[in-house]
Antibody
Framework: QVQLQESGPGLVKPSQTLSLTCTVSGGSISGGSHYWSWVRQHPGKGLESIGYVHHRGSTYYNPSLKSRVTISVDTSENQFSLKLSSVTAADTAVYYC????????????WGQGILVTVSS | DIQMTQSPSSLSASVGDRVTITCRTSQSISNYLNWYQQKPGKAPRLLIYTASNLQSGVPSRFSGSGSGTDFTLTISSLQPEDFATYYCQQSYNTPKTFGQGTKVEIK
């Protein structure tokens, strides 16, 4: 059973970079045709796809965030990471990592989520 | 971006009721429509993918239908554990967008 777990700071100052890591267990991040994604949910709101990375390094980013987002993968650690630069209060959200079945952004496994608050 | 409109935004129902949630898209997406369930404080859970395919481990009381711009999620007999918020998502075109959610509450 694949499991995902987010980690990182829960509080980030405005204008700084939000950095999160997702550790995958129960399966290899390099196995299969899966992509590895980040999705966020603003408090009390709906879901927003941020982007994904493939273990071979290809990436996709939501155009609304593309100028500020970097998603990378570390196959040796079975982890992938999110960096979101120049954050504002509007980036306060629960951030989820998720497995994308095949690049179609159908998310079949999710982490528990981590609340990141942007505040000074 | 493709706009997703779910209706209703919330509903009250009793255990055993048949519940239907609708998702309409701003343009045709063939059958590239997925449904998720989310309980408070938890991550979403994939229920249905490509309109009508039941994800492994999901009870058969959940079903999905539709194509083009109109889709439905049906719960044939609502169970206590089904009280949650349900989201549709289109996986036809980037960025892949979600509906605003339908909250199913206990009557």
């Amino acid at each position: 059973q694949v499991q995902l777990q987010e980690s990182g700071p829960g509080l980030v100052k405005p204008s700084q970079t939000l950095s999160l890591t997702c550790t995958v267990s129960g399966g290899s991040i390099s196995g299969g045709s899966h992509y590895w994604s980040w999705v966020r949910q603003h408090p009390g709101k709906g879901l927003e796809s941020i982007g994904y990375v493939h273990h071979r390094g290809s990436t996709y980013y939501n155009p609304s965030l593309k100028s500020r987002v970097t998603i990378s993968v570390d196959t040796s650690e079975n982890q992938f990471s999110l960096k979101l630069s120049s954050v504002t209060a509007a980036d306060t959200a629960v951030y989820y990592c998720a497995r994308d079945r095949d690049g179609s952004e159908i998310f079949d496994y999710w982490g528990q989520g981590i609340l990141v608050t942007v505040s000074s | 971006d493709i706009q997703m409109t779910q209706s209703p935004s919330s509903l009250s129902a009793s255990v055993g009721d048949r519940v239907t949630i609708t998702c309409r898209t701003s343009q045709s997406i063939s059958n590239y429509l997925n449904w998720y369930q989310q309980k408070p404080g938890k991550a979403p859970r994939l229920l249905i993918y490509t309109a009508s395919n039941l994800q492994s481990g999901v009870p058969s009381r959940f079903s999905g239908s539709g194509s083009g711009t109109d889709f439905t999620l049906t719960i044939s007999s609502l169970q206590p554990e089904d009280f949650a918020t349900y989201y549709c998502q289109q996986s036809y075109n980037t960025p892949k967008t979600f509906g605003q959610g339908t909250k199913v509450e206990i009557k």
